[in-house]
């Protein structure tokens, strides 16, 4: 056993020097914890406690299983320490929910997948360590992590497969906010994957051999992904495999391989800076979806040593050849590019390519490193409880004095006056939920109205590090600013949460109550939203560098605030959410870099929430920006982002996104010139102070001779649902208000139907009979199929006439009965096509039973319903995927196949007489029938749903979000 211990040492040691040049890998690769640190509550896999060796002689695995079960029934959410050693493990690791594994030793500690490992030489699914949700009850399966899984992590260990492993994952990822790949060396052999799927941050990550070093999809929530000062080399097939990540390599190094990025079949948000690549043999980076507004692809400053091909576009073929052995890809963008306010959107690639004579050195990191353990100080050895409880306040206030590096164990530390650090102080956590600085409510220094006042303050210029820390203000502290940053360009905020709102938990893992029973308040009476200063406050001179934080507490009037600075400062990777006015508000604010902002907004918090607010602020560049509004939002928001008295703003890469159809009207509003930007999804976007350029190319070729758009009605909250009778008269739906109305061929509005059922959507059948999709209860989340049904009735006379259809089976419905289908299915983003043409399983049927409504799993999502006539083509959209596909249509009137027609899509399609075909985007996008762009007709606001109506169905009718609109059409 002791020769094959000192075989695998002698091994590992040869991989690391035949792969790696020390010379030229920054210290942050190897041991960051070099010492134990105590934490009495933190569990040790040691050989005292678990009954292992840490040789690699024997299989540990359900010693560390049980080791990671212990911090589960003990805290629920915690650190697992693991000292220096090698550790063979033989089956897949559950890593529960916000528990952390992180080792410390002069070396870090090794997990071995042993040589020919049983489980491990083919199939899917097999994972070294597997990061999941909340550890399972009794024998119900393991649940993969998902959107709720916070805190997760591994931090300083290495994993090394051995030969013979062919279908091994070291670790499957899929977690959310505050979890993390850090400090980990992966020696991947013949094995498959480093990491499947990803969540939140990778940081200093070495992939050796491999197929892939990272092979992901989707986020489990959706956002962002950052990947950061990680290398790569050797792998078979790419260093990464992405689709949908949003994924960020920043001062990334990949060499031996025949791809560093590979995007295949799916859109991507990808951005990558201050890399490089080398010996790169096929193209450098893969670009799939090349015609879809979805793909934003951006690069700065990436240095190429013998890759010949760049880009390779993966839907046309196009490729990026470049003939110098060396060269510097200044910057790369492709994509929806907007180049000034008013500028028409282009989608397209632009990119500065430059020989370089000599190769510059490596981008130095601007994440600081951690003094070495021994010099750090144990807080609770110098007294401190942290026990939620007791008042901690003067033993950290002497330890500051005191002391340059302190070590803040698990615990909650209460205080009662601002905590100010000096202009050295590093405060040092390893778990930003179980280690807080904290309030209690009420706190007498942070009662009543007042100036702000901090729980934490930095001096001005200061070099000071806070990381993995929470900062918990309470809900009752009216003047509290969680922290107050007034350091330096070469401080760090780093793995901090901002305490409140969801994920909250209490020292030993009980939750704590976000909202009330119908999430209008919340869960503690007492608590009001919106009633202190900003979670960070960044001002006076501040800087430095933000990552990995997390700021979701709705007491708080904006996650961040940055103002009267202009020492350039970065932040990679935080997710502001939750607050009821504002996420990040910027005033006078210049020489910044955002690296993925991830801005949520929630339904009993936000939904007249604006994200950002930039106000009298310059040379500002924000990079995959994510603006989310939830599933359960039902109300409109008009924009996203709001500039005003502001210049040279970049944004690379904007996707404004949600599950209902209740998404920011406009990415971003400039109130100094009353101007728009409309396009949820664009690669670049300037804004640069100027007065915008003037447009004006309306109705070209599809509106008729002299007409102009006119607004006919306004002051609604948001409509849509449109549908035309025989006669041409128009009535579309508003469902907040629960109305439907109707524009007459008199030119004049009414109501139809007042009643307290939900109205979703409208059609008429053959006896003149208005159709209603309807939900009788509001399900929490709009994306949710809920209390679904169907009724009908005279629009003349709905109350005595109204009755409920029924649902029939598909092998039953009568034929010759038209049926309508959705105009567009919000659930299949990628996949329309496949949604037209799965079998449907039921219908709803007119009372008359000559029409029929398709029943699908997304009908309560639905914009408009369109029918669907034989032998004529049915055009169908989606919004998330941005697409528009052409269905054809059989005898019975069933949609058989579908094929792409125009890479844009919304919440609706409609049909001139002349088969142009009309999308409500941006604006009105007028397709011929071959699918050629032929004219834009400009709306003032989001146009949601279109219908041909009038008494000779020429005149085009738009639902605005608060106006009805039409124009006459050739």
Not at 502 to 513: D, F, I, T, W
Not at 709 to 719: N, R, T
Not at 872 to 879: D, G, H, L, N, R
């Amino acid at each position: 056993m002791k020769i094959c211990a000192i075989t695998i040492a002698l091994l590992y040691g040869c991989i690391i020097q035949a792969l790696s040049d020390p010379a030229t890998q920054p210290d942050g690769y190897a041991s960051v914890y070099t010492e134990r640190m105590d934490d009495p509550l933190a569990v040790y896999f040691t050989p005292e406690r678990f009954g292992i060796v840490t040789d690699g002689s024997q299989d540990v695995s359900d010693a560390l299983q049980a080791a990671i079960d212990t911090v589960q029934k003990t805290v629920r959410y915690g650190v697992l320490l693991i000292p220096e050693g090698t550790y063979r493990i033989g089956k897949t690791i559950h890593v529960w929910k916000g528990i952390r594994l992180i080792g410390y030793g002069k070396k870090r500690p090794v997990f071995v997948l042993g040589k020919n490992t049983d489980g491990y030489r083919e199939g899917t699914g097999k994972y070294m360590f597997h990061f999941c949700s909340d550890k399972p009850w009794r024998d119900r399966p393991v649940q993969d992590a998902n959107a709720g899984t916070f805190y997760s992590g591994m931090r300083n260990v290495d994993i090394r497969m051995e030969a013979g492993n062919p279908a091994a994952v070291a670790v499957r990822f899929h977690v959310a906010q505050h979890c993390f790949l850090s400090h980990i060396d992966f020696f991947l052999n013949d094995g498959n994957t480093g990491v499947e799927d990803v969540g939140n941050e990778i940081e200093y990550c070495r992939f050796f051999g491999g197929d892939y070093g990272i092979r992901t999809g989707k986020t489990s929530p959706g956002w962002q992904f950052i990947l950061i000062d990680s290398y790569f080399e050797g792998q078979k097939k790419a260093a990464v495999k992405t689709q949908e990540a949003g994924l960020m390599m920043i001062r990334g190094h990949v060499k031996k391989a025949p791809s560093a990025v590979v995007n295949e079949g799916y859109p991507e948000e990808l951005w990558i800076s201050d890399s490089r690549f080398e010996e790169i043999t096929g193209p450098a980076v893969v670009i799939s979806n090349e015609n879809n507004p979805r793909t934003q692809i951006n690069f700065e400053n990436i240095v190429c040593i013998q890759v010949p091909q760049f880009v390779a576009y993966r839907t046309t073929g196009e490729k990026i050849d470049v003939p110098h052995k060396q060269y510097l890809v200044k910057e790369f963008t492709h994509g929806l590019q907007y180049a000034g306010l008013g500028e028409k959107p282009v989608l397209k690639t632009t990119h500065d390519i430059v020989p370089l004579k000599t190769v510059p050195p490596p981008v130095a990191s601007d994440v600081p490193l951690l003094p070495q353990v021994s010099s750090w100080v144990n807080l609770k050895a110098l007294g401190a409880q942290g026990d939620g409880v007791s008042d901690d306040t003067e033993i950290l206030e002497q330890a500051i004095a005191n002391h340059p590096t302190i070590y803040l164990p698990s615990g909650h530390y209460r205080v009662t006056r601002p905590v100010v650090l000096k202009e050295n102080t590093i405060l040092v956590g390893l778990h930003p939920s179980v280690t807080q600085i904290m309030l209690k409510d009420s706190t007498a220094a942070y009662r009543g109205a007042g100036a702000p006042l901090p729980l934490l303050e930095t001096p001005k210029g200061g070099t000071n590090i806070v990381t993995g820390i929470g900062l918990n203000t309470a809900g009752v502290n009216p003047r509290a600013v969680a922290a107050k940053w007034m350091a330096g360009a070469q401080s760090m905020m780093n793995d901090v949460r901002f305490v409140g709102g969801h994920g909250a938990h209490k020292l030993y893992g009980q939750g704590v109550p976000v909202y009330n029973d119908n999430r209008t308040a919340d869960g503690i009476p007492y608590r009001t939203w919106d009633t202190q200063y900003w979670s960070l406050w960044v001002t006076d001179g501040g800087s430095g560098t933000f990552k990995d934080l997390w700021t979701p507490s709705p007491y708080a009037a904006a996650g961040m605030y940055i103002s009267n600075t202009a020492t350039g400062g970065r932040l990679y990777y935080m997710s502001s959410e939750h607050h009821v006015r504002n996420e990040v508000i910027l005033n006078n604010v210049s020489n910044w870099r955002f690296f993925g902002l991830q801005l949520e907004e929630e339904s009993g918090e936000g939904p007249y929430c604006l994200p950002i607010d930039i106000r009298n602020s310059s040379n500002l560049m924000f990079a995959n920006t994510f603006l989310y509004r939830v599933s359960r939002v039902t109300t409109p928001f008009p924009y996203a982002i709001r500039t005003e008295n502001s210049s040279n703003l970049t944004f690379k890469g904007l996707h404004n996104y949600s599950w209902t159809k209740f998404a920011f009207e406009n990415i971003l509003y400039d109130a100094t010139h009353d101007c728009n930007v409309r396009p949820a999804e664009l690669a670049l976007l300037k804004v640069s102070g100027n007065v915008p350029a003037e447009r004006n190319d309306f109705g070209r070729k599809a509106v008729a001779p002299g007409a102009k758009l006119m607004k006919l009605a306004g002051g609604f909250d948001f409509i849509d649902g449109a549908t035309v009778d025989a006669q041409g008269n128009v009535f579309f739906v508003d469902s907040k208000s629960h109305r439907i109305y109707r524009w007459g061929l008199d030119n004049r509005l009414s109501w139809v139907f007042d009643l307290p059922m939900n109205p979703i959507s409208l059609a008429f059948d053959k006896s003149g009979h208005l159709m209603v999709i309807t939900r009788f209860v509001q399900f929490p989340s709009s994306n949710v199929r809920g209390d679904i049904g169907v009724v009908s009735f005279d629009p003349n006379n709905p109350e005595s006439t109204m009755v409920t259809l029924q649902e029939v089976n598909a092998d039953r419905i009568p034929q010759g009965a038209a049926i309508f289908y959705q105009a567009t299915r919000h659930h299949f983003e990628n996949f329309l096509d496949r949604a037209y043409t799965e079998k449907v399983k039921s219908y709803f049927i007119s009372n008359d039973g000559s029409t029929l409504i398709t029943n699908t799993n997304d009908i309560g999502q639905t914009s408009s319903l369109k029918p669907a006539e034989p032998g004529k083509p049915f055009y169908a959209s989606t919004v998330p995927g941005l697409r528009t596909f052409k269905c054809e249509v059989d005898s019975n009137g069933k949609i058989v196949a579908a094929t792409l027609f125009a890479e844009t899509g919304a919440r609706d399609v409609a049909v001139d007489k002349a088969g142009n075909v009309y999308v409500p985007a941006d604006n009105i996008l007028v397709f011929d029938p071959q699918g050629n762009l032929i004219d834009e007709i400009e709306v003032p606001e989001r146009p949601s749903t279109v219908v041909f109506g009038g008494k000779d169905k020429d005149t085009l009718y738009v639902c605005g979000r608060s106006s009805l609109y039409s124009v006459q059409i050739k």
